[in-house]
T-cell receptor
Framework: DVKVTQSSRYLVKRTGEKVFLECVQD?????MFWYRQDPGLGLRLIYF???????EKGDIPEGYSVSREKKERFSLILESASTNQTSMYLC?????????????FGPGTRLLVL | DQQVKQNSPSLSVQEGRISILNCDYT??????FLWYKKYPAEGPTFLIS?????DKNEDGRFTVFLNKSAKHLSLHIVPSQPGDSAVYFC???????????FGAGTRLTVKP
């Protein structure tokens, strides 16, 4: 049974703070993803990683960075949080390969930036 | 540029009836399509998928239909149950791409 965990379910931060969101998966998946979910916009891809120390920008990378030092862990970093980064953040992972693979999601982190 | 569109933000159906959720896409490179289901305070969970070599895939009460010429897919749930009430996301990806694009979601409410 695939398990994707996220370090916090709820976070409240102040504008300008540095924020770390952690994600860990236990299925040895090569690929890991960070999305944000906003009403009316669905899930939008921020960054993804297909291997350790590798990262690719998604559709909305501005204001975010990521770190993948170990295969099982993918961190999303908000260098200087802003109110427009208030959102639900979802981490996902999947196997890599020629056939597209289903992504498995964590429970999400609801971030409020004041 | 939203490559995957779900134009109905919400849908309400009576228990026992059919629920039909629709999804359109614009990128002709997409060849793998998925539906995810999301309950409040939980992450999305995979429901059903379809490859572009098929036009239908069925799994119990859930059937996904793909119309490649129209760049349209739909999810049919029959019979609908109150436990099906959730937000449903359509997603698509292209061969050899590891990333996926999601629609905005449709909130399904099944009334007892």
């Amino acid at each position: 049974d695939v398990k994707v965990t996220q370090s916090s379910r709820y976070l409240v931060k102040r504008t300008g703070e540095k924020v770390f969101l952690e994600c860990v998966q236990d299925m040895d998946h090569e690929n890991m993803f960070w999305y944000r979910q906003d009403p009316g916009l669905g899930l939008r891809l921020i960054y993804f990683s297909y291997d350790v120390k590798m990262k690719e920008k998604g559709d909305i990378p501005e204001g975010y960075s990521v770190s993948r030092e170990k295969k099982e862990r993918f961190s999303l970093i908000l260098e200087s949080a802003s109110t427009n980064q208030t959102s639900m953040y979802l981490c996902a992972s999947s196997f890599s390969g020629l056939n597209q693979e289903t992504q498995y999601f964590g429970p999400g982190t609801r971030l409020l930036v004041l | 540029d939203q490559q995957v569109k779900q134009n109905s933000p919400s849908l309400s159906v009576q228990e026992g009836r059919i629920s039909i959720l629709n999804c359109d896409y614009t990128n002709s490179m997409f060849d793998y399509f998925l539906w995810y289901k999301k309950y409040p305070a939980e992450g999305p969970t995979f429901l059903i998928s379809i490859s572009s070599i098929k036009d239908k895939n069925e799994d119990g009460r859930f059937t996904v239909f793909l119309n490649k010429s129209a760049k349209h897919l739909s999810l049919h749930i029959v019979p609908s149950q109150p436990g099906d009430s959730a937000v449903y996301f359509c997603a698509a990806s292209a061969r050899n791409n590891n990333d996926m694009r999601f629609g905005a979601g449709t909130r399904l409410t099944v009334k007892p």
